[in-house]
């Protein structure tokens, strides 16, 4: 059970933030000055969190926060007033009372009452709620004809709502005279009952129809022994509630709306260990709170006693329905789920990577509108192995499905193109994006096989018409890495990956690069490549056709035809000194421009603007390596 202190005890020794009365009321530890912030309950919440936020830190079922529950502060203490002594004006006798604090191992004198002779007393004391009280009268001293006032309220401070039970089987209370001194002897026993009902978000719960799982809701009730009855009541026919998360036993539904428990009955007791109830949807609310769950004290004569605890139900059915391309139509093969918005306008390639997701709304329309201000969207990592967290890469704009109260589409936009951290090893090829919907901060749905492609392959692979994706994803590259030069992309369903080469026509440069079907690694495959050819476009329709014949002629006298067949071991079996000197110039220009690109290829990757895979980089190095030896026989 939960016990809680005053707003006036506030020494806190070990400055864990929990003060040590409650500390010592709770039985947790008080520590020294240096201990370390402590778990008591080990609900995974450190004391001081659960005091702030309002949970019970000596109860590892309790981590739910509500405003008003379960609060460290005056209100969870209720006062009574008690008043006794001898109102007849005789000042011949005095009384007093005695308050035991009843627990399971025995009773502990907790404080008295006493009044002066012939006098009235009045005291108002604290509580907790849940707990018995015993009340003991004494006649102290004096002689005379017994005449007596007893009295028990709640005090004036107490929250609205608090009840008392009182049981007097012996007829003590009230303003007795004359009484036989053998009927002032005997008991009353007071209880300010605790109920409990709130859900993880205080005072409502949302439930989605046809969830898989049931949805728990707070529940505590003392106390467990004494007269009288707790009630648990649903208000109508769209939910049911049972005694556990699965399975478990059915404690109200459509045809029996209420369950009725005496005080020591032990499945009450098993759901105050548990501290849990469970509620499943059966039918769409007609509004917001025409759905609820309360628990009431009644005493042993069936009157309530104090205010019920409450929690507000809504019911509703909604859903990720399907995934929408913004394409109309859809291509036949088309997969849906790829991010990408198609078809382009032919200069418009760096835009974001868009989607919409149509969510399927089987609820009236009144209440899809008090719904609403209530819903969000968010970015969530439910994947069993999620990638990394994308919420810095997507934006979800959900404005006009808000304007529609829910008709439209919400629309998704990841932008995965950043030049920054793309080297990061948890930056992949694709991602995958999971959304989730939210009523407050209860997710309903969520769908989690959204995936984001790097544009280049979005539109190496998934663009439409088919016919212009490999020129679609060169323009892109080009404008990408500020790539600005004449361009002819050509695709080459032998290769695999990227290469290019720079021609000349009719006076003027041209790169025509090389595109294979297979995957390249990566985007920044063929970029690097477009980077290398465009050293060669840079430098000239001259220089390219010195290059030209260098290469040519180089290939022709070493008597080779691919250049990886240029080995260390055959550079140094070839006569470079039959060369004319017409021909080691021509050769020289040719190495010369082909180190110049590689350099300036190996420093875009040193800084970041490609991120070449390991293999491409180590081929672009040992491309110098050997350009290098070439050179050294030359001169």
């Known amino acids: ?171 003590l209370l009230g303003v007795n005279d004359n009484v036989p001194e053998a009927e002032t002897e005997g008991d009353v026993t007071i209880t300010v009952p605790k109920v409990r009902l709130k859900a993880q978000q205080g005072e409502s719960v949302a439930i989605n129809l046809g969830s898989a799982t049931r949805t728990g809701i707070y529940f505590e009730a003392a106390p467990l022994v004494g007269p009288g009855t707790f009630k648990l009541t649903q208000n109508n026919d769209k939910i049911k509630v049972w005694s556990s998360e699965t399975n478990g036993t059915v404690l ?69 329905e399907r995934f929408v391309p ?15 918005r198609t078809p382009f306008d032919t200069t418009d390639y760096r835009g974001n990577h868009e989607n919409t997701v149509l969510i399927e709304w089987n ?10 201000p209530d819903i969000s969207f968010r970015v969530v990592n439910v994947n069993p192995e999620p990638i990394r967290t994308l919420e810095s890469e997507v934006f979800i704009n959900d404005a006009e499905f808000r304007a529609t ?5 919400i629309r998704i936009i990841a932008d995965f193109e950043s030049k920054t951290g793309i080297c990061q090893v948890d930056n992949p090829e694709e991602r995958i994006l999971t959304v989730g919907i939210f009523f407050k901060e209860q997710m309903l749905d969520f769908v989690n096989t959204i995936k984001i492609l790097p544009r280049h392959r979005y539109l190496m692979e998934q663009s439409y018409p088919e016919a212009e994706r490999f020129d679609r994803a060169a323009v892109y590259n080009a404008l990408k890495y500020d790539l600005n030069f004449g361009y002819l992309p050509t695709h080459d369903p032998f290769m695999q990956g990227a290469n290019g ?49 260098g290469h040519d002629f180089f290939f022709s006298w070493a008597g080779i035809s691919e250049f990886d067949d240029i080995t260390p071991s055959l550079i140094s079996s070839l006569d470079f000194t039959s060369l004319s000197e017409i021909n080691k110039a021509s050769i020289q220009v040719w190495v010369g421009y082909e180190i110049d690109a590689y350099v300036v290829q190996i420093d875009a990757d040193n800084i970041g603007i490609t991120c070449l895979p390991n293999d491409k980089r180590q081929k672009a190095e040992d491309s110098i390596e050997t350009y290098q030896s070439i050179l050294f026989e030359l001169l």
């Not at 913004?326 to 990408?340: F, H, K, N, R, S």
């Open 501 to 549: 080469i720079t021609q000349t026509f009719l006076t003027s440069p041209f790169i025509r690069v090389f595109i294979g079907p297979e995957p390249i690694g990566n985007e920044n495959t063929l970029a690097s490549t477009r980077i290398h050819e465009n050293v060669h476009y840079k430098q000239g329709f001259t220089a390219i056709g010195e290059a030209s014949a």
């Open 1 to 171: 059970m939960s016990r809680f202190i005053s707003e006036d005890s506030v020494i806190d020794y070990d400055r864990d933030l929990v003060p040590d009365a409650l500390e010592q009321e709770l039985g947790l530890s008080v520590g020294g000055f240096h201990s370390d912030p402590e778990d008591s309950d080990g609900d995974g919440l450190l004391d001081s969190v659960e005091v702030q936020q309002g949970s019970d830190p000596s109860n590892g079922n309790d981590t739910f926060a509500s405003a008003g529950s379960f609060q460290a502060t005056a209100e969870t203490l209720i006062p009574v007033n008690f008043t006794v002594g001898d109102h007849s004006g005789s000042h011949s006798e005095q009384w007093e009372l005695k308050i035991y604090n009843v627990t399971p191992s025995g009773e502990v004198l907790k404080t008295r009452v006493q009044a002066g002779l012939g006098v009235l007393a009045s005291r108002e004391i604290s509580f907790p709620e849940g707990f018995r009280q015993r009340v003991e009268l004494n006649h102290v001293q004096g002689q005379g004809d017994f005449d007596y006032t007893f009295k028990i309220a709640v005090g004036a401070a107490a929250p609205d709502g608090i009840g008392l039970v009182v049981e007097d089987p012996d007829g």
């Open 326 to 340: 913004q394409l109309d139509p859809v291509p036949a093969g088309y997969i849906t789920e790829w991010i990408g």
């Open 252 to 320: 109200t539904q459509a045809s029996s709306k209420t369950k009725s428990w005496s005080l020591n009955n032990s499945q009450l007791g098993t759901l105050n260990a548990t501290n849990r109830i469970w509620i499943e949807g059966l039918k769409v609310s007609d509004d917001i709170t025409d759905t609820t769950v309360s628990l009431q004290c009644f005493d042993e004569s069936d009157n309530s006693v104090g205010n019920p605890a409450e929690v507000a139900v809504t019911v509703s059915e909604i859903s990720f």
């Open 405 to 409: 109260d829910g008709v439209a589409p």
């Open 363 to 372: 609820i009236p329309p009144d209440l899809a509108e008090e719904l609403m």
